[in-house]
Protein backbone atom coordinates (compact mmCIF):
# COMPACT_ATOMS: atom_id res chain seq x y z
CA UNK A 1 0.00 0.00 0.00
CA UNK A 2 1.77 3.79 -1.09
CA UNK A 3 1.18 6.39 1.41
CA UNK A 4 2.72 9.61 0.25
CA UNK A 5 2.34 12.01 3.63
CA UNK A 6 2.87 15.15 1.92
CA UNK A 7 -0.61 14.60 -0.23
CA UNK A 8 -2.50 13.78 3.30
CA UNK A 9 -4.20 16.12 5.24
CA UNK A 10 -4.94 15.22 8.83
CA UNK A 11 -6.67 16.81 11.74
CA UNK A 12 -6.70 21.04 11.89
CA UNK A 13 -4.41 22.28 14.07
CA UNK A 14 -6.95 24.49 15.59
CA UNK A 15 -8.51 21.22 16.67
CA UNK A 16 -5.26 19.49 17.90
CA UNK A 17 -5.57 20.56 21.54
CA UNK A 18 -6.65 18.59 24.17
CA UNK A 19 -7.76 18.88 27.49
CA UNK A 20 -7.48 16.94 30.73
CA UNK A 21 -9.88 14.20 30.45
CA UNK A 22 -8.58 13.29 26.92
CA UNK A 23 -4.86 13.36 28.54
CA UNK A 24 -5.26 11.33 31.32
CA UNK A 25 -4.21 8.04 29.04
CA UNK A 26 -4.78 4.72 31.37
CA UNK A 27 -1.61 3.22 31.10
CA UNK A 28 -0.81 -0.14 29.92
CA UNK A 29 -0.16 -3.39 32.43
CA UNK A 30 3.44 -3.51 33.81
CA UNK A 31 3.25 -7.15 33.26
CA UNK A 32 1.11 -8.46 31.21
CA UNK A 33 1.21 -5.94 27.80
CA UNK A 34 3.35 -6.90 24.79
CA UNK A 35 6.81 -6.07 25.69
CA UNK A 36 7.20 -4.58 22.20
CA UNK A 37 4.18 -2.21 23.03
CA UNK A 38 6.28 -0.71 26.02
CA UNK A 39 9.02 -0.20 23.16
CA UNK A 40 6.97 1.57 20.71
CA UNK A 41 5.48 3.89 24.15
CA UNK A 42 9.29 4.45 24.92
CA UNK A 43 10.49 5.07 21.12
CA UNK A 44 7.71 7.67 20.54
CA UNK A 45 8.28 9.36 23.24
CA UNK A 46 12.06 9.82 22.39
CA UNK A 47 10.66 10.93 18.85
CA UNK A 48 8.10 13.59 20.40
CA UNK A 49 11.12 15.24 23.30
CA UNK A 50 13.13 15.23 20.09
CA UNK A 51 10.35 17.16 18.26
CA UNK A 52 9.81 19.20 20.78
CA UNK A 53 14.00 20.02 21.50
CA UNK A 54 14.04 20.55 17.79
CA UNK A 55 12.01 23.41 17.89
CA UNK A 56 13.08 25.05 20.94
CA UNK A 57 16.22 25.39 19.07
CA UNK A 58 14.70 26.34 15.86
CA UNK A 59 12.86 29.24 17.61
CA UNK A 60 16.38 30.60 19.40
CA UNK A 61 18.18 30.82 16.02
CA UNK A 62 14.76 32.16 14.44
CA UNK A 63 14.77 36.00 13.65
CA UNK A 64 11.09 35.99 12.67
CA UNK A 65 8.56 36.06 15.32
CA UNK A 66 5.84 35.08 12.85
CA UNK A 67 7.44 32.20 12.66
CA UNK A 68 8.22 31.57 16.42
CA UNK A 69 4.61 31.49 16.54
CA UNK A 70 3.92 28.85 14.14
CA UNK A 71 6.51 27.07 15.81
CA UNK A 72 5.15 27.76 19.54
CA UNK A 73 1.83 26.61 18.21
CA UNK A 74 2.83 23.34 17.03
CA UNK A 75 5.26 22.83 19.57
CA UNK A 76 2.22 22.59 22.27
CA UNK A 77 1.16 20.17 20.53
CA UNK A 78 4.39 17.74 20.02
CA UNK A 79 4.25 18.56 24.47
CA UNK A 80 0.75 17.52 24.72
CA UNK A 81 1.76 14.05 22.31
CA UNK A 82 4.73 13.47 24.35
CA UNK A 83 2.41 13.53 27.69
CA UNK A 84 -0.01 11.07 26.05
CA UNK A 85 2.59 8.50 24.81
CA UNK A 86 5.03 8.66 27.73
CA UNK A 87 2.52 8.46 30.27
CA UNK A 88 1.25 5.15 29.20
CA UNK A 89 3.82 3.91 30.90
CA UNK A 90 2.16 2.44 34.31
CA UNK A 91 3.49 4.14 37.35
CA UNK A 92 4.41 0.44 39.43
CA UNK A 93 6.89 -0.15 37.36
CA UNK A 94 10.81 0.23 38.91
CA UNK A 95 13.11 2.86 37.34
CA UNK A 96 15.43 -0.30 36.58
CA UNK A 97 11.93 -1.95 34.55
CA UNK A 98 11.66 0.97 32.49
CA UNK A 99 15.57 1.06 32.06
CA UNK A 100 15.80 -2.78 30.51
CA UNK A 101 12.71 -1.32 28.27
CA UNK A 102 15.02 1.32 26.92
CA UNK A 103 17.64 -1.20 26.21
CA UNK A 104 15.09 -3.27 24.81
CA UNK A 105 14.45 -0.80 22.33
CA UNK A 106 17.98 0.36 21.70
CA UNK A 107 19.04 -3.05 20.63
CA UNK A 108 15.80 -4.52 18.68
CA UNK A 109 15.38 -0.83 16.91
CA UNK A 110 19.05 -0.25 15.54
CA UNK A 111 18.99 -3.91 14.99
CA UNK A 112 16.42 -3.36 12.31
CA UNK A 113 17.74 -0.26 10.86
CA UNK A 114 20.52 -2.30 10.30
CA UNK A 115 19.30 -4.43 8.53
CA UNK A 116 17.29 -2.17 6.79
CA UNK A 117 19.60 0.48 5.85
CA UNK A 118 21.11 0.49 2.13
CA UNK A 119 24.04 2.39 2.60
CA UNK A 120 27.21 0.49 4.22
CA UNK A 121 28.85 2.92 5.96
CA UNK A 122 25.77 3.86 8.01
CA UNK A 123 24.90 0.33 8.31
CA UNK A 124 28.32 -0.22 10.15
CA UNK A 125 27.45 2.42 12.56
CA UNK A 126 24.04 0.77 13.58
CA UNK A 127 26.00 -2.19 13.67
CA UNK A 128 28.79 -0.90 15.74
CA UNK A 129 25.97 0.84 18.37
CA UNK A 130 23.72 -1.78 18.50
CA UNK A 131 26.19 -4.12 20.30
CA UNK A 132 26.97 -1.63 23.17
CA UNK A 133 23.13 -1.73 24.03
CA UNK A 134 23.12 -5.27 24.09
CA UNK A 135 25.43 -5.47 26.43
CA UNK A 136 24.04 -2.54 28.66
CA UNK A 137 21.19 -4.95 28.74
CA UNK A 138 23.09 -7.76 30.29
CA UNK A 139 24.54 -5.10 33.08
CA UNK A 140 21.17 -3.60 34.04
CA UNK A 141 19.42 -7.14 33.80
CA UNK A 142 21.78 -8.28 36.73
CA UNK A 143 21.44 -5.54 39.06
CA UNK A 144 17.82 -5.61 38.48
CA UNK A 145 18.37 -9.40 39.61
CA UNK A 146 20.26 -8.62 42.73
CA UNK A 147 18.38 -5.65 43.95
CA UNK A 148 14.57 -6.59 43.22
CA UNK A 149 15.08 -10.71 42.83
CA UNK A 150 13.38 -10.65 39.70
CA UNK A 151 14.09 -12.00 36.05
CA UNK A 152 14.72 -9.44 33.13
CA UNK A 153 12.80 -12.36 31.01
CA UNK A 154 9.99 -11.06 32.95
CA UNK A 155 9.91 -8.02 31.04
CA UNK A 156 11.47 -8.80 27.47
CA UNK A 157 10.20 -12.35 27.75
CA UNK A 158 12.03 -13.97 25.35
CA UNK A 159 12.01 -11.96 22.27
CA UNK A 160 15.37 -10.46 22.63
CA UNK A 161 18.40 -12.63 24.24
CA UNK A 162 20.39 -11.25 27.51
CA UNK A 163 23.44 -12.09 27.00
CA UNK A 164 27.15 -10.42 26.78
CA UNK A 165 28.11 -8.34 24.14
CA UNK A 166 30.55 -6.09 23.58
CA UNK A 167 32.12 -5.62 27.46
CA UNK A 168 30.52 -2.28 29.21
CA UNK A 169 34.10 -1.30 30.44
CA UNK A 170 35.25 -0.83 26.15
CA UNK A 171 32.52 1.38 25.18
CA UNK A 172 34.75 4.70 26.69
CA UNK A 173 36.28 5.98 24.11
CA UNK A 174 38.00 8.63 23.26
CA UNK A 175 34.98 11.78 22.71
CA UNK A 176 36.98 12.74 18.87
CA UNK A 177 36.76 9.21 18.03
CA UNK A 178 33.42 9.11 18.42
CA UNK A 179 32.19 11.61 15.47
CA UNK A 180 31.59 9.67 12.41
CA UNK A 181 31.34 11.12 8.67
CA UNK A 182 28.01 12.82 7.53
CA UNK A 183 25.85 11.10 4.55
CA UNK A 184 25.62 13.76 1.93
CA UNK A 185 21.90 14.96 1.64
CA UNK A 186 21.98 15.40 -1.74
CA UNK A 187 22.46 12.10 -2.53
CA UNK A 188 21.26 9.92 0.24
CA UNK A 189 18.20 8.15 0.41
CA UNK A 190 15.56 9.60 1.58
CA UNK A 191 15.05 6.58 4.21
CA UNK A 192 18.69 6.93 5.78
CA UNK A 193 17.84 10.22 6.44
CA UNK A 194 14.68 8.77 8.72
CA UNK A 195 16.75 5.94 10.10
CA UNK A 196 19.51 8.42 11.44
CA UNK A 197 16.60 10.84 13.00
CA UNK A 198 14.96 7.44 14.68
CA UNK A 199 18.13 6.22 16.55
CA UNK A 200 19.68 9.52 17.61
CA UNK A 201 16.31 10.70 19.00
CA UNK A 202 15.50 7.07 20.92
CA UNK A 203 19.50 7.45 22.20
CA UNK A 204 18.83 10.83 22.90
CA UNK A 205 16.37 9.96 24.98
CA UNK A 206 17.97 7.08 26.67
CA UNK A 207 21.26 9.33 27.60
CA UNK A 208 18.46 11.84 29.22
CA UNK A 209 16.61 9.17 31.21
CA UNK A 210 19.67 8.03 32.73
CA UNK A 211 21.01 11.36 33.58
CA UNK A 212 17.95 12.42 35.60
CA UNK A 213 16.74 8.79 36.81
CA UNK A 214 20.12 7.60 37.96
CA UNK A 215 20.51 9.12 41.36
CA UNK A 216 16.94 8.26 42.30
CA UNK A 217 18.60 4.72 42.94
CA UNK A 218 19.84 4.91 47.16
CA UNK A 219 21.99 1.57 46.33
CA UNK A 220 25.34 2.94 45.61
CA UNK A 221 25.83 0.44 42.73
CA UNK A 222 23.28 1.10 41.14
CA UNK A 223 23.81 4.76 41.33
CA UNK A 224 27.31 4.14 39.83
CA UNK A 225 26.49 2.05 36.82
CA UNK A 226 23.87 4.53 35.75
CA UNK A 227 26.57 7.12 35.62
CA UNK A 228 28.47 4.84 33.89
CA UNK A 229 26.02 4.07 31.12
CA UNK A 230 24.89 7.28 31.40
CA UNK A 231 28.76 8.44 29.57
CA UNK A 232 28.30 5.77 27.09
CA UNK A 233 25.05 7.44 25.91
CA UNK A 234 26.71 10.64 25.87
CA UNK A 235 28.68 9.01 23.09
CA UNK A 236 26.09 7.13 21.23
CA UNK A 237 24.36 10.30 20.60
CA UNK A 238 27.65 12.01 19.63
CA UNK A 239 28.24 8.87 17.33
CA UNK A 240 24.36 8.81 15.82
CA UNK A 241 23.84 12.85 15.36
CA UNK A 242 27.33 13.19 13.26
CA UNK A 243 25.61 10.97 10.68
CA UNK A 244 23.45 13.73 9.98
CA UNK A 245 24.59 16.02 7.08
CA UNK A 246 24.98 19.66 9.12
CA UNK A 247 23.80 21.40 5.75
CA UNK A 248 20.44 20.77 5.73
CA UNK A 249 18.53 23.59 6.32
CA UNK A 250 16.25 24.23 9.47
CA UNK A 251 13.59 24.16 7.29
CA UNK A 252 14.57 21.15 6.28
CA UNK A 253 15.22 19.66 9.37
CA UNK A 254 11.13 20.54 9.95
CA UNK A 255 10.42 18.70 7.61
CA UNK A 256 12.16 15.26 7.83
CA UNK A 257 11.33 15.58 11.62
CA UNK A 258 7.61 15.74 10.35
CA UNK A 259 8.24 13.63 7.94
CA UNK A 260 9.86 10.95 10.47
CA UNK A 261 6.71 11.30 12.87
CA UNK A 262 4.88 10.38 10.54
CA UNK A 263 6.44 7.86 9.31
CA UNK A 264 6.84 6.01 12.73
CA UNK A 265 3.64 6.50 13.78
CA UNK A 266 1.96 4.91 10.91
CA UNK A 267 4.47 2.22 10.82
CA UNK A 268 3.27 1.55 14.47
CA UNK A 269 -0.59 1.73 13.74
CA UNK A 270 0.21 -0.96 11.72
CA UNK A 271 1.76 -3.36 14.21
CA UNK A 272 0.28 -2.50 16.95
CA UNK A 273 -1.48 -5.13 18.96
CA UNK A 274 -2.85 -3.22 21.88
CA UNK A 275 -6.29 -1.98 20.29
CA UNK A 276 -6.25 1.19 22.95
CA UNK A 277 -2.64 1.97 22.07
CA UNK A 278 -3.07 1.29 18.68
CA UNK A 279 -5.93 4.14 18.78
CA UNK A 280 -3.38 6.57 19.85
CA UNK A 281 -1.24 6.23 17.21
CA UNK A 282 -4.02 6.53 15.10
CA UNK A 283 -4.80 9.96 16.33
CA UNK A 284 -1.57 10.83 16.68
CA UNK A 285 -0.70 9.84 12.33
CA UNK A 286 -3.54 12.37 11.98
CA UNK A 287 -2.12 15.09 13.67
CA UNK A 288 1.63 14.83 12.36
CA UNK A 289 0.07 15.06 8.67
CA UNK A 290 -0.93 18.55 9.65
CA UNK A 291 2.33 19.50 11.27
CA UNK A 292 4.18 18.29 8.22
CA UNK A 293 1.65 20.23 5.65
CA UNK A 294 2.84 23.01 7.65
CA UNK A 295 6.45 22.43 7.83
CA UNK A 296 6.06 22.07 3.99
CA UNK A 297 4.76 25.43 3.51
CA UNK A 298 7.60 27.12 5.90
CA UNK A 299 9.75 24.99 3.37
CA UNK A 300 8.27 25.88 0.61
CA UNK A 301 7.85 30.17 1.88
CA UNK A 302 11.31 30.54 3.58
CA UNK A 303 13.62 27.84 1.66
CA UNK A 304 12.21 28.88 -1.72
CA UNK A 305 12.57 24.69 -2.43
CA UNK A 306 10.00 22.07 -2.63
CA UNK A 307 9.92 19.32 0.10
CA UNK A 308 9.27 17.28 -2.59
CA UNK A 309 12.76 17.20 -3.42
CA UNK A 310 14.06 16.12 -0.02
CA UNK A 311 11.59 13.41 1.41
CA UNK A 312 10.60 10.14 -0.26
CA UNK A 313 7.30 10.26 -2.80
CA UNK A 314 5.87 7.62 -0.42
CA UNK A 315 6.35 6.59 3.17
CA UNK A 316 9.35 3.80 3.22
CA UNK A 317 8.42 -0.27 4.63
CA UNK A 318 6.98 0.43 7.92
CA UNK A 319 9.56 0.32 10.87
CA UNK A 320 9.24 -2.95 12.85
CA UNK A 321 9.65 -4.08 16.12
CA UNK A 322 10.45 -7.76 16.14
CA UNK A 323 13.69 -10.20 17.24
CA UNK A 324 16.40 -10.06 15.79
CA UNK A 325 18.16 -12.62 17.64
CA UNK A 326 20.21 -14.38 15.10
CA UNK A 327 20.98 -11.22 13.34
CA UNK A 328 22.51 -9.78 17.00
CA UNK A 329 24.62 -13.41 17.26
CA UNK A 330 26.25 -12.83 14.00
CA UNK A 331 27.34 -9.60 14.66
CA UNK A 332 28.47 -10.49 18.01
CA UNK A 333 30.90 -13.09 16.33
CA UNK A 334 31.96 -10.89 13.67
CA UNK A 335 32.00 -7.54 15.21
CA UNK A 336 32.99 -7.18 18.90
CA UNK A 337 36.23 -6.53 19.16
CA UNK A 338 35.97 -3.33 17.05
CA UNK A 339 36.41 0.27 18.29
CA UNK A 340 36.53 3.25 16.77
CA UNK A 341 39.70 5.42 15.43
CA UNK A 342 38.54 9.08 13.53
CA UNK A 343 35.51 8.25 11.42
CA UNK A 344 36.37 4.47 10.79
CA UNK A 345 36.54 1.02 12.80
CA UNK A 346 39.58 -0.45 13.74
CA UNK A 347 40.12 -4.34 15.37
CA UNK A 348 43.02 -3.08 17.84
CA UNK A 349 43.21 -0.64 20.62
CA UNK A 350 44.94 2.21 19.43
CA UNK A 351 46.55 4.74 21.58
CA UNK A 352 44.45 7.20 22.01
CA UNK A 353 41.75 4.68 22.98
CA UNK A 354 44.16 3.10 25.53
CA UNK A 355 44.72 6.89 26.85
CA UNK A 356 41.20 6.75 27.63
CA UNK A 357 40.77 3.93 29.26
CA UNK A 358 43.61 3.98 31.97
CA UNK A 359 42.37 7.01 32.41
CA UNK A 360 38.58 5.90 33.22
CA UNK A 361 38.99 2.24 34.08
CA UNK A 362 42.60 2.12 35.11
CA UNK A 363 42.06 2.28 39.46
CA UNK A 364 39.74 -0.12 40.28
CA UNK A 365 36.70 -1.67 38.01
CA UNK A 366 34.14 -0.45 35.78
CA UNK A 367 30.75 -0.29 37.87
CA UNK A 368 29.40 -2.01 35.14
CA UNK A 369 32.28 -5.35 36.45
CA UNK A 370 31.25 -4.47 40.06
CA UNK A 371 28.19 -5.19 38.99
CA UNK A 372 28.84 -9.05 37.71
CA UNK A 373 30.93 -9.36 40.38
CA UNK A 374 28.35 -8.25 43.02
CA UNK A 375 26.08 -10.65 41.36
CA UNK A 376 28.09 -13.79 40.90
CA UNK A 377 28.60 -13.70 44.68
CA UNK A 378 25.35 -13.38 45.52
CA UNK A 379 24.21 -16.13 43.42
CA UNK A 380 27.48 -18.15 41.91
CA UNK A 381 26.27 -17.17 38.48
CA UNK A 382 25.41 -14.44 35.49
CA UNK A 383 22.33 -13.94 34.59
CA UNK A 384 21.16 -14.56 31.41
CA UNK A 385 18.59 -15.31 28.40
CA UNK A 386 19.89 -17.22 25.61
CA UNK A 387 17.07 -19.44 23.87
CA UNK A 388 19.22 -20.00 20.93
CA UNK A 389 22.05 -21.99 22.38
CA UNK A 390 25.64 -21.00 23.48
CA UNK A 391 26.98 -17.98 23.28
CA UNK A 392 28.44 -17.06 20.05
CA UNK A 393 31.92 -15.79 21.40
CA UNK A 394 34.17 -17.00 24.01
CA UNK A 395 35.19 -13.15 24.44
CA UNK A 396 32.89 -13.36 27.82
CA UNK A 397 34.83 -14.07 30.15
CA UNK A 398 35.81 -10.01 30.14
CA UNK A 399 35.40 -9.32 34.08
CA UNK A 400 36.89 -12.67 35.33
CA UNK B 1 36.88 -1.81 44.54
CA UNK B 2 34.82 -0.02 46.75
CA UNK B 3 34.68 -1.21 50.15
CA UNK B 4 30.70 -2.26 50.07
CA UNK B 5 31.25 -5.72 48.61
CA UNK B 6 29.53 -8.32 51.10
CA UNK B 7 27.92 -11.74 51.25
CA UNK B 8 24.64 -12.27 50.53
CA UNK B 9 23.73 -12.53 54.07
CA UNK B 10 25.32 -9.85 55.45
CA UNK B 11 24.07 -7.61 52.96
CA UNK B 12 20.43 -8.91 53.82
CA UNK B 13 21.21 -7.99 57.62
CA UNK B 14 22.74 -4.78 57.14
CA UNK B 15 19.73 -3.09 55.17
CA UNK B 16 16.34 -4.01 55.94
CA UNK B 17 15.17 -2.54 53.06
CA UNK B 18 17.30 -4.45 50.72
CA UNK B 19 15.78 -7.51 52.45
CA UNK B 20 12.08 -6.34 52.18
CA UNK B 21 12.84 -5.56 48.05
CA UNK B 22 13.85 -8.56 47.50
CA UNK B 23 11.01 -10.35 49.02
CA UNK B 24 8.50 -7.93 46.98
CA UNK B 25 10.40 -9.71 44.05
CA UNK B 26 10.00 -12.99 45.81
CA UNK B 27 6.06 -12.40 46.02
CA UNK B 28 5.65 -11.40 42.49
CA UNK B 29 7.73 -14.06 40.87
CA UNK B 30 4.89 -16.66 42.85
CA UNK B 31 2.25 -14.61 41.59
CA UNK B 32 3.68 -15.58 38.35
CA UNK B 33 4.33 -19.32 39.17
CA UNK B 34 0.69 -19.78 40.24
CA UNK B 35 -0.53 -18.14 37.16
CA UNK B 36 1.67 -20.43 34.45
CA UNK B 37 0.84 -23.80 36.70
CA UNK B 38 -2.39 -25.39 37.41
CA UNK B 39 -3.90 -28.34 39.16
CA UNK B 40 -1.71 -29.55 42.49
CA UNK B 41 1.41 -27.30 41.08
CA UNK B 42 -1.03 -24.13 41.21
CA UNK B 43 -2.34 -25.20 45.02
CA UNK B 44 1.04 -25.96 45.91
CA UNK B 45 2.64 -22.62 43.96
CA UNK B 46 -0.58 -21.37 46.04
CA UNK B 47 0.05 -22.00 49.60
CA UNK B 48 4.11 -20.79 48.82
CA UNK B 49 2.70 -17.43 47.67
CA UNK B 50 -0.26 -17.25 50.90
CA UNK B 51 2.93 -18.08 53.24
CA UNK B 52 4.57 -15.48 51.85
CA UNK B 53 2.50 -12.99 51.68
CA UNK B 54 1.58 -13.77 55.41
CA UNK B 55 5.36 -13.34 56.78
CA UNK B 56 6.59 -10.49 54.78
CA UNK B 57 2.96 -8.59 55.97
CA UNK B 58 3.44 -9.43 59.27
CA UNK B 59 7.05 -8.66 60.06
CA UNK B 60 5.84 -5.45 58.35
CA UNK B 61 3.63 -4.64 60.72
CA UNK B 62 5.19 -5.97 63.73
CA UNK B 63 8.96 -4.53 62.67
CA UNK B 64 9.12 -1.79 59.87
CA UNK B 65 5.41 0.00 60.62
CA UNK B 66 5.63 1.25 64.01
CA UNK B 67 9.57 2.06 63.26
CA UNK B 68 8.43 4.26 60.49
CA UNK B 69 5.66 6.06 62.42
CA UNK B 70 7.71 7.73 64.81
CA UNK B 71 10.26 8.06 62.80
CA UNK B 72 9.59 10.93 59.85
CA UNK B 73 7.46 14.11 59.83
CA UNK B 74 3.96 12.56 58.18
CA UNK B 75 5.21 8.72 59.23
CA UNK B 76 1.66 7.93 60.89
CA UNK B 77 0.10 9.15 57.47
CA UNK B 78 2.37 7.10 55.85
CA UNK B 79 2.00 3.89 57.81
CA UNK B 80 -1.86 4.61 57.72
CA UNK B 81 -2.16 4.06 54.26
CA UNK B 82 0.07 0.89 54.03
CA UNK B 83 -2.23 -0.53 56.70
CA UNK B 84 -4.93 0.09 54.50
CA UNK B 85 -3.34 -1.34 51.68
CA UNK B 86 -3.00 -4.49 53.76
CA UNK B 87 -6.31 -4.85 55.30
CA UNK B 88 -7.51 -4.86 52.23
CA UNK B 89 -5.27 -7.39 50.72
CA UNK B 90 -5.57 -9.73 53.50
CA UNK B 91 -9.27 -9.39 52.81
CA UNK B 92 -9.10 -10.59 49.06
CA UNK B 93 -6.61 -13.18 50.21
CA UNK B 94 -8.55 -14.86 52.11
CA UNK B 95 -11.23 -14.96 49.64
CA UNK B 96 -8.72 -16.37 47.14
CA UNK B 97 -7.63 -18.96 49.49
CA UNK B 98 -11.60 -19.96 49.68
CA UNK B 99 -11.59 -21.05 46.35
CA UNK B 100 -10.61 -23.95 44.19
CA UNK B 101 -7.48 -22.46 42.32
CA UNK B 102 -8.72 -24.14 39.19
CA UNK B 103 -12.08 -22.60 39.56
CA UNK B 104 -13.32 -20.14 37.00
CA UNK B 105 -13.33 -17.28 39.38
CA UNK B 106 -9.47 -17.85 40.75
CA UNK B 107 -7.30 -16.27 38.19
CA UNK B 108 -9.24 -13.16 37.20
CA UNK B 109 -9.21 -12.40 41.51
CA UNK B 110 -5.47 -13.35 41.59
CA UNK B 111 -4.86 -10.63 38.95
CA UNK B 112 -6.63 -7.99 41.15
CA UNK B 113 -4.59 -9.20 43.97
CA UNK B 114 -1.19 -8.81 42.19
CA UNK B 115 -1.81 -5.69 41.05
CA UNK B 116 -2.98 -4.55 44.20
CA UNK B 117 0.24 -5.79 46.12
CA UNK B 118 2.19 -4.56 42.97
CA UNK B 119 1.10 -0.96 44.21
CA UNK B 120 1.57 -1.46 47.78
CA UNK B 121 4.78 -2.69 47.60
CA UNK B 122 5.78 0.10 45.50
CA UNK B 123 4.34 2.93 47.64
CA UNK B 124 6.41 0.95 50.80
CA UNK B 125 9.30 1.31 48.62
CA UNK B 126 8.72 4.80 47.35
CA UNK B 127 7.33 6.48 50.34
CA UNK B 128 8.21 4.63 53.64
CA UNK B 129 11.43 2.45 52.50
CA UNK B 130 13.21 6.06 51.29
CA UNK B 131 12.83 7.07 54.82
CA UNK B 132 14.02 4.45 56.79
CA UNK B 133 17.24 4.67 54.86
CA UNK B 134 17.59 8.16 54.72
CA UNK B 135 17.13 8.74 58.63
CA UNK B 136 17.26 5.28 60.54
CA UNK B 137 21.25 4.22 61.82
CA UNK B 138 22.56 1.35 60.02
CA UNK B 139 22.49 -0.69 63.61
CA UNK B 140 19.51 -0.22 63.85
CA UNK B 141 18.51 -1.44 60.32
CA UNK B 142 20.19 -4.34 61.04
CA UNK B 143 18.38 -5.09 64.25
CA UNK B 144 15.38 -5.08 62.36
CA UNK B 145 16.56 -7.27 59.22
CA UNK B 146 17.00 -9.17 62.15
CA UNK B 147 13.59 -9.45 63.63
CA UNK B 148 12.49 -9.78 59.86
CA UNK B 149 14.31 -12.44 58.99
CA UNK B 150 13.16 -14.28 62.54
CA UNK B 151 9.59 -14.30 60.81
CA UNK B 152 10.92 -16.07 57.85
CA UNK B 153 12.47 -18.80 59.68
CA UNK B 154 8.58 -19.39 62.32
CA UNK B 155 6.67 -20.37 58.78
CA UNK B 156 7.25 -23.92 57.42
CA UNK B 157 8.88 -24.29 54.03
CA UNK B 158 6.64 -26.73 51.98
CA UNK B 159 3.31 -26.07 54.09
CA UNK B 160 0.42 -28.82 53.15
CA UNK B 161 -2.14 -28.05 50.58
CA UNK B 162 -5.13 -26.15 52.15
CA UNK B 163 -8.32 -28.22 53.43
CA UNK B 164 -11.09 -26.40 51.78
CA UNK B 165 -13.86 -24.73 53.78
CA UNK B 166 -16.52 -22.53 54.20
CA UNK B 167 -15.45 -18.84 53.27
CA UNK B 168 -15.90 -17.46 56.95
CA UNK B 169 -14.04 -20.13 58.35
CA UNK B 170 -10.76 -19.63 56.02
CA UNK B 171 -10.87 -16.14 56.75
CA UNK B 172 -9.90 -16.64 60.16
CA UNK B 173 -8.29 -20.06 58.95
CA UNK B 174 -4.56 -20.88 58.11
CA UNK B 175 -3.79 -17.73 56.24
CA UNK B 176 -4.81 -15.82 60.14
CA UNK B 177 -2.51 -18.90 62.08
CA UNK B 178 0.28 -18.42 60.22
CA UNK B 179 0.46 -14.20 60.66
CA UNK B 180 -0.44 -14.95 64.40
CA UNK B 181 2.80 -17.61 64.66
CA UNK B 182 5.08 -14.92 62.38
CA UNK B 183 3.48 -12.27 65.00
CA UNK B 184 5.02 -14.48 68.19
CA UNK B 185 8.49 -15.18 66.43
CA UNK B 186 8.95 -11.83 65.31
CA UNK B 187 8.19 -10.36 69.18
CA UNK B 188 10.39 -13.00 70.74
CA UNK B 189 13.16 -11.90 67.85
CA UNK B 190 12.42 -8.42 69.10
CA UNK B 191 12.53 -8.76 72.62
CA UNK B 192 15.71 -10.44 72.51
CA UNK B 193 17.83 -8.44 70.10
CA UNK B 194 15.72 -4.95 69.91
FE1 LIG C 1 4.71 14.84 17.39
FE1 LIG D 1 22.42 1.60 26.18
FE1 LIG E 1 22.81 3.54 23.47
FE1 LIG F 1 5.05 16.71 14.83
FE1 LIG G 1 3.36 -4.29 53.12
FE1 LIG H 1 6.11 -4.96 51.58
Redesign the pocket.
Known amino acids: MTFNPLEQRGIPLDRQLRNWRELAVEPVDPDRSDPYTRCRIITMNGI?VE?ILFSHQFARHCQDPEVKRKLAE?RY??AQ?QKAVNWLLPGVSSVLETTISYEQVAVDLTAWVARAEPDPYLKQAYQFGVLEDFDHLYRYANLYEMIEHRKAEEIVDQLTEVMPGRPTPLHHRHPVDNVREPYDRRQTDPLSKLHALTVMSAEQQTMNFYMNVGPTYMEPIARKLYQEIGLIEEEHVTHYESLVDPGETWWEQLVH??YN??YLYHSFMEQESDRRVKAIWEL?LN??LE??HT?CDLMRRHDGRDPAEVVAPQLPNVLTFEPNKQYLRELIADQLDLTTLGTGYVREAHERFERMQQQLNGDGPAPSDEVMQRHQEMFGRDYRVQTEGEHPAFATGHWN | MTSTAQTPDAADQDDVVALLMRQHGDIRNLFDEVERTTGDDRRDAFRRLVRLLAVHETAEQEVVHPFARQLFDGGQGVVADRLAEEKHAKQALAQLDAMDPDSPGFLPGLRHLRTDVMEHARAEERYEFAQLRRRADPERLAALAKAVKAAEATAPTHPHPAVQGAAANMAAGPFAALMDRTKDAVRKAMGKDG
Open positions: EAVIEQHEECHMEHLA
